[in-house]
């Protein structure tokens, strides 16, 4: 949250924000950022989330999985190519 009128100038000009309300997404390191396009509605937003930014589970690092996801890796790991 950057009030673009007060200490926040700085940042706003480095992120290129113009206008109120801007809403900027950053994802796997990006530095720039992205504009989020979409509605500004609850549901809007929440489907981008959920669609662009929430951690789905990783069979490498299964952190973000639920435990099923997770039970069911470690399963899959324990099993030989041929067992699969």
Do not use: W
């Amino acid at each position: 949250d950057v009030d673009c009128t007060a200490e926040g100038e700085e940042v706003c000009s480095k992120f290129d924000v113009k206008g109120y309300p801007t809403i900027k997404y950053f994802l796997n390191g990006d530095e720039e950022g992205e504009d989020y396009q979409g509605g500004r509605d609850y549901d809007s937003l929440k489907k981008h989330v959920e669609e662009n930014l929430e951690i789905k589970c990783d069979v490498t690092d299964p952190v973000g999985g639920t435990e099923k996801e997770k039970a069911y890796i470690e399963k899959m790991k324990q099993e030989t190519v041929e067992e699969r």
